[in-house]
């Protein structure tokens, strides 16, 4: 049997593991990463990327590469409903922050702009960069058992090139192999919530449908066929590449239809698409289950799970795949700080304590969007369980000239306004407000700005916040706030009159050996607040100074120049970081 040392062991090579790989390999953190597959993620599968995500890759200095494989933006503006990709139009939505209503909002609250970048194009960037910084990476290796003790963990897995077991001992196990999760199984971590609602359906198909969808652009396309003879209707195309490449989701085909008959699975494609002069390449199906479920604690001692091992749900929203690779920035600086910087083992606890709450989050929106689904059906007064006739009667009330008309299509409206929470979720996407132990509450209330959270940024500097996002100047060049802040490094942010902060951050970076990055923005400072906005975002006095985790989000607020500015930075940081005065035993 092979035995392996390292510090850290990923099981799972997907987005949650390689982004965890990525960032323990720019810490210096000795990782090895294996994966039961052949390779990355086969299929397109997650895609929709939001600003958070984007400002990860931004940190991890991967925006570039990622924005190169994924499709803008703006070419994911519409949502059109049809009832074929040649029929009628019936209706339409403005989707992932391209409502000109709400586009300044968030312009204003990222340096970056969402995307669409399929799973199977981001990975292989994950998985390259983590390889090119040093991470052991193999794939065709299978978790079996891990045991855990006082001063580490020891995994065993099998090799299937090699049909042999290897015995990895790291200090510390991330599982991270998705929502069939044998680590999380293999802990018995507490699961709440329900496997297995719903069947779905869905075929990755090759088609070049330019001439229908070019004119509306979209990453997503209803279908609905209330007059379709049997079940109803009721598809969503997804676009994959534009406009030729496409995923979609059958909501009326059963699951086994995956392994069944190509050339049935043919026709109902081209039902949809209404145009049977259109080539079309079936490349694949796949069957897959609705869930509702995620985990009461995210740690067991030395093994930590994130991603989808820990929240399961449907993709509605298009949070699934961001809160993965959210999961592992979170996670990847706290065992860093732990393993380099002497950083207590309650600070790991944090990690289940600030993205558990986010999960459970994720997993209830994308399920009430999902259950949402039928409410759009039901306003315009259509019983799915009635025969073919009804359901297109009912339909075609949409376009009455009478009273009746008028109720169905105001119903039918509000029932689009609803839509909202799945297409323009943005609070959903950006409010993460931690709270735990690695963050010191200045007694402050929660930000509350009138506005809907899960609709709405509430962008603050209150501690636990993600750091306000301004444009300012640094050496000639115009960069954001955020940019700042390095994911390898604390970062304490002043004002004009902060210098003391400045003396006081090089002296307790010294002093506890972690290092801490000090700026002045405004006036005579290392950085020129471009706009003023700054000044305005901050949220504390010229003499105060804000201190920013590695992961970008605020872990301590001071509003004015303390009497003794390095003590108050060395209790806040040791604070942070779990480190006792007195050096109580601990097990990083």
């Not at 970048?117 to 990476?137: H, K, S, T, Y």
């Not at 991270?176 to 018995?188: N, Q």
């Not at 490449?245 to 909501?251: K, P, T, V």
């Not at 001071?558 to 035993?585: C, N, Q, T, V, Y």
Request: with cysteine; glycine share 10%.
């Amino acid at each position: 049997m092979t035995q392996i040392e390292t510090e850290v062991l990923i099981v799972g090579a997907g987005l949650t593991g390689a982004t965890a790989a990525v960032a323990l390999a720019r810490h210096g953190i000795d990782t090895m990463m294996v994966s039961r597959s052949a390779w990355v993620a086969g299929s397109p599968r997650a895609h929709i990327t939001n600003q958070r995500t984007m400002e990860v890759l931004r940190s991890l200095g991967l925006e570039e590469a990622s924005r190169a494989v994924a499709t803008p933006g703006e070419l994911m503006a519409n949502l059109p409903m049809m009832t074929s990709l040649a029929g009628l139009e019936f209706g339409r939505m403005w989707t992932w922050g391209n409502d000109p209503a709400r586009a300044g909002e968030y312009a204003a609250a990222s340096p970056g702009t969402g995307c669409d970048l399929p799973q199977n194009r981001v990975e292989p960037i994950l998985v390259g960069e983590a390889m090119r910084r040093g991470v052991e990476v193999r794939f065709h290796t299978s978790f079996i058992a891990l045991e855990q003790d006082a001063e580490g963990v020891t995994t065993t897995l099998h090799d299937a090139l090699t049909d042999t077991e290897i015995t990895v001992r790291s200090r510390y196990v991330i599982g991270a192999d998705g929502g069939r999760s044998a680590v999380a199984e293999a802990l018995g971590l507490p699961m709440s919530g329900t496997d297995g609602l719903s069947p779905a359906l869905n075929v990755h198909v090759r088609a070049d449908l330019s001439r229908y969808v070019a004119d509306r652009p979209g990453s997503i396309f209803w279908v609905l066929q209330p007059g379709r003879e049997g079940a109803m209707g009721n598809a969503i195309v997804r676009m994959v590449r534009p406009w030729t490449e496409w995923m979609i989701g059958f909501a009326y085909l059963d699951e086994r239809m995956a392994d069944g008959d190509l050339a049935q699975i043919e026709a109902e494609v081209r039902g949809l698409i209404g145009d049977d002069t259109i080539d079309i390449e079936i490349l694949d199906t796949f069957a897959w289950r609705i869930n509702n479920v995620v985990a009461e604690e995210y740690r067991d001692a030395r093994v930590l799970c994130a991603g989808d091992a820990v929240h399961r749900h449907p993709p509605t929203s298009g949070l699934g795949g961001n809160t993965c690779v959210q999961d592992a920035f979170n996670l990847a600086w706290k065992l860093a700080a732990v393993l380099r910087w002497g950083a207590g083992d309650a600070l790991l606890d944090t990690f289940t304590a600030e993205r558990q709450p986010v999960g459970r989050v994720v997993v209830d929106r994308s399920i009430a969007s999902w259950r949402h689904n039928p409410e759009v059906v039901r306003s315009l007064g259509i019983d799915p369980t009635a025969p073919a006739a009804e359901r297109q009667a009912a339909f075609e009330v949409l376009f009455e000239d009478s009273d009746a008309g008028e109720r169905r299509r105001a119903a039918f409206q509000a029932a689009k306004r609803a839509r909202d929470y799945s297409y323009h979720a943005h609070g959903t996407e950006m409010n993460h407000h931690y709270a735990s132990s690695a963050v010191i509450d200045d007694g402050t209330p929660p930000v509350d700005d009138g506005r809907d959270p899960e609709l709405h940024f509430q962008m603050s500097s209150r501690p636990g916040s993600r750091i306000p996002h301004a444009w300012v100047g640094l050496r000639g060049r115009t960069v954001s706030t955020l940019d700042l802040c390095g994911a390898e490094r604390f970062t304490l942010l002043a004002r004009a009159r902060g210098a003391a902060w400045l003396t006081a951050a090089e002296e307790v970076s010294r002093d506890l050996g972690v290092p801490i990055a000090a700026l002045r923005i405004g006036a005579g400072g290392e950085v020129a607040d471009l706009y003023g906005r700054w000044g305005e975002l901050a949220e504390i006095g010229e003499t105060g100074a804000l201190l920013v985790r590695p992961d970008q989000h605020v872990g301590w607020r001071i509003a004015r120049l303390s009497e003794d500015p390095r003590a108050a930075l060395d209790e806040a940081m040791r604070a942070i970081l779990s480190i006792d005065f007195g050096e109580a035993a601990r097990l990083g």
